[in-house]
């Protein structure tokens, strides 16, 4: 007899392996609220990104307001990028109190922001693919988007982390 487990606590040690984050059946805590968090989170980096492209726009003596797309796409990007490699959050999301991690558990270092950054713009891009992420976010056990399920990484409760 190879294993006398059960296969259920087999399927769990094999998660335990590939994730190395808390289970969210077990320690909860970790992913409670974290969809809500992360809308009001994405709300709060809205209004500050708005408010880099303001002051964007008045230093570029208002020629900026004809590429005022772009501006607000490369200023997104930059400060999603930043912030992610630099806290493993954007601003919204530490004023929430929430992190992003990894599928080891680490925080995010420059390339995981950078892909992470480009999964989100990509699913901001295509409606469906954003529609997508959101409903993940409100009905998987890990709170996770679309962009999340594909680099493993999770958003967690700072309070929690460990």
């Known amino acids: ?29 970790f992913y409670a609220d974290t969809a809500s ?14 408010i880099l492209c303001f002051f964007a726009v008045i230093m570029t003596v208002f020629i900026g307001l004809f590429f005022l797309p772009v501006i607000w796409m ?5 400060y999603r990028v930043v912030t992610l490699a630099n806290g493993s959050a954007t601003w919204g999301m530490r004023l929430m109190a929430i992190e992003f991690r990894n599928a080891q558990g680490m ?29 993940l976010m409100m009905t998987t056990a890990r709170g996770q988007g679309l962009t999340d399920h594909v680099m493993g990484s999770v958003a967690l409760n700072r309070s929690a982390a460990y």
């Open 1 to 29: 007899m190879q294993n006398a487990r059960p296969y259920a606590q087999q399927q769990r040690a094999r998660d335990h392996d590939v994730w190395a984050l808390p289970d969210p059946d077990t320690q909860p805590e």
């Open 37 to 50: 968090k992360r809308a009001i989170a994405w709300v709060v980096d809205a209004i500050l990104i708005g």
């Open 74 to 78: 490369v200023l997104s990007f930059a």
């Open 107 to 135: 925080r995010f270092n420059l390339g995981e922001a950078f892909l992470h950054t480009l999964g989100y713009t990509l699913s901001l891009a295509v409606f469906p693919l954003q529609l997508v992420s959101a409903v």
